[in-house]
């Protein structure tokens, strides 16, 4: 079955202890994409990356890191969380990146990261 | 730069009503627009695309049509049901330096029997 995994699905910790969510797909896609989700403010990109070893910044990358070293793994990094990170985090991939204008530019989303940072 | 307008909610309906949720967006270029739907405790899906002016993007009773002369992605269905109780986001993507897709802030529907 193609799919998005991601772990942990729910999270809470506190200020400043690092921690990683695992993002993996099955779908041999190029690209990646790590979202957050917050009341009111819809989705922002927060990296994303084009291929292996390629990544970079989205709309809101501050307090956040990401490596892509192998084609199906996309980890999210937060080095030392802050409780203004409290929030759905959501990876997606696909075939090709975000304005191909085809078919494979369609996201497919995982199932969501509930981080809270106390 | 791009951006995605949608309706505030909550809609709430009743079962069998016609729905209507607003979408504008701004962007350089010719974005493609998509509509995904959120249900509880769930990722993204995508709903319907379209990606050239004019295009009518369609799933599950449905439909939006892609109209450049007023910079709309209107989602409609002609008869809601309880089970398309989400949120609906639209979002557009097109390529001007970096990929990435814009959302809307998302709209939630309520559908009550």
């Known amino acids: 079955e193609a799919q998005v995994t991601q772990n942990p699905r729910y999270l809470i910790t506190v200020t400043g202890k690092k921690l990683t969510v695992t993002c993996s797909q099955n779908?041999?896609?190029?690209?990646m994409s790590w979202y957050r989700q917050d009341p009111g403010l819809g989705l922002r990109q927060i990296y994303y990356?084009?291929?292996?070893?390629?990544?970079d910044k989205g709309d809101v990358p501050e307090g956040y890191k990401v490596s892509r070293k192998e084609k199906r793994n996309f980890p999210l990094i937060l080095e030392s969380p802050s409780p203004n990170q409290t929030s759905l985090y959501f990876c997606?991939?696909?075939?090709?990146?975000?304005?191909?204008?085809?078919?494979?530019?369609?996201?497919?989303f995982g199932p969501g990261t509930r981080l809270l940072v106390l | 730069g791009n951006s995605v307008t949608q309706m505030e909610g909550p809609v709430t309906l009743s079962e069998e009503a016609f729905l209507t949720i607003n979408c504008t967006y701004t962007?350089?270029?010719?974005?493609?627009l998509f509509w995904y739907v959120q249900y509880p405790g769930e990722g993204l899906q995508l709903l319907l695309k379209a990606t050239k002016a004019d295009d009518k993007g369609s799933n599950k009773g449905f439909e939006a049509t892609y109209r450049k002369e007023t910079t709309s992605f209107h989602l409609e269905k002609g008869s809601v049901q309880v089970s398309d109780s989400a949120v609906y986001f639209c979002?557009?993507?097109?390529?001007?330096?970096?990929?990435?897709?814009?959302f809307g802030k998302g709209t939630m529907l309520l559908v009550s029997p």
């Open positions: 979002a557009l993507s097109v390529y001007s330096g970096y990929s990435t897709l814009t």
């Open positions: 997606a991939s696909s075939s090709q990146p975000p304005g191909a204008g085809t078919s494979q530019e369609t996201q497919y």
């Open positions: 779908m041999n896609h190029e690209y």
């Open positions: 962007a350089t270029g010719y974005p493609s």
């Open positions: 990356s084009m291929n292996v070893e390629v990544t």
